[in-house]
């Protein structure tokens, strides 16, 4: 079979592998659609410390069943299932948490073989029906997303701001809106990329000037009630808290880079204005499985948002469209 393997940053090479086979308490699947990520465009770069190479990448994958057929989505991020945060329901920041496509190889490939301890976890999720492979692919990087507003709490009546217009920007977009936001308001600096994430995803308004300006004149001076970074930029989480309303909830969803993790914060605003600013840390089973609800029940649509497939031979390309922001989602169909 053809996969996609990562030998060193900058080097990924579509090779020939032998078809895995299952052992004991695993799953062998046939891979329908791995859909990319800015991580992906970010280990082909610079690599990634718990990728030992070579390694298949991919982790936002569903397919078939090689025995059965059966149409399923498999998590990304793997928790133990058994350490203290786990039994206390933190799956998410499970500190002995493993990755498909990092520790295990992942979906840029014809077939790849499940672990015992995806399965363990619940984390292999029919597919609804009416659910494309493509769309179900989605539904890894919508859990993610879910996890960090259930942390945040967007809610009803909500006045939000997304920061950042990539395709997690835009699925914060959706699911804002799912979550009764009364408005939401998409930022980024890219104007195209802003252009093209409104035209899909249609905010309420699009802002490319100063943020913490635009958000404060269209709130009426009050601010936001939350605010998503979902960008890799300390700036914007500087700018979050300043254009966040009294009580307001700041999503620090977006990581920064390891050589410029220290920001800036008064931190007279948190406490005066009694701000809330919460992390978020990928997604639990439980999660992804909500994440595929949503979008069977069409409260959270995402087949628009992938605006390119490709087959695994162009993998490369499809990495590219990623990092130059030249796409909202990237599937690739092996």
């Known amino acids: 079979m053809k996969v996609a393997r990562f030998h060193a940053p900058g080097d990924i090479r579509i090779e020939d592998a032998p078809e895995p086979v299952a052992g004991p308490g695993e799953l062998k699947i046939r891979v329908r659609n791995c859909s990319t990520c800015g991580t992906d465009a970010k280990i082909f770069r610079f690599g990634h410390h718990h990728i ?12 078939e069943v090689a025995e059965t057929g059966e149409r399923v989505q498999v998590i990304a991020a793997i928790p133990c299932g058994t350490c203290e945060e786990c039994r206390r329901g933190r799956m998410t920041v499970c ?16 077939y790849l073989v499940v672990p015992a ?3 363990a976890v619940n984390g292999v999720n029919a597919v609804p029906d009416g659910v494309g492979f493509a769309e179900a692919s989605v539904a890894e990087p919508l859990a993610c997303v879910l996890n960090g507003q259930s942390l945040a709490r967007v809610g009803a009546g909500d006045d939000v701001v997304v920061m950042g217009a990539g395709p997690i920007g835009c699925l914060h977009v959706r699911m804002a809106r799912a979550r009764g936001a009364a408005r939401v308001f998409l930022v980024d600096v890219n104007a195209d990329r802003l252009a093209m994430a409104a035209e899909l995803v249609r905010p309420d308004t699009v802002i490319d000037g100063d943020p913490v300006e635009q958000v404060l004149k269209l709130t009426g001076g009050r601010g936001a009630d ?19 309303a009294r009580q307001g909830r700041i999503s620090f969803f977006g990581g920064l880079p390891k050589d410029s993790p220290v920001i800036r914060l008064d931190s007279n605003l948190v406490h005066y204005r009694e ?8 997604s639990s089973p439980a999660h992804n499985a909500e994440a595929l609800r949503l979008i069977a029940e069409g409260a959270v649509p995402v087949a628009d948002l992938i605006t390119h497939r490709l087959p695994l031979s162009r993998v490369l390309d499809g990495i590219d469209l990623v990092s130059r922001g030249e796409a909202i989602k990237v599937t690739i169909e092996p």
């Open 275 to 282: 701000l809330t600013i919460v992390g978020a840390n990928g």
């Open 117 to 119: 301890k995806v399965l």
């Open 52 to 63: 030992r190479p070579p390694r298949v990448m991919g982790h936002e994958i569903a397919g």
């Open 226 to 244: 939350v605010v998503v970074t979902a960008a890799a930029s300390g700036a914007a989480q500087e700018q979050a808290v300043l254009m966040a």
């Open 95 to 110: 500190p002995r948490q493993e990755s498909m496509g990092y520790h295990y190889d992942g979906g840029f490939a014809e």
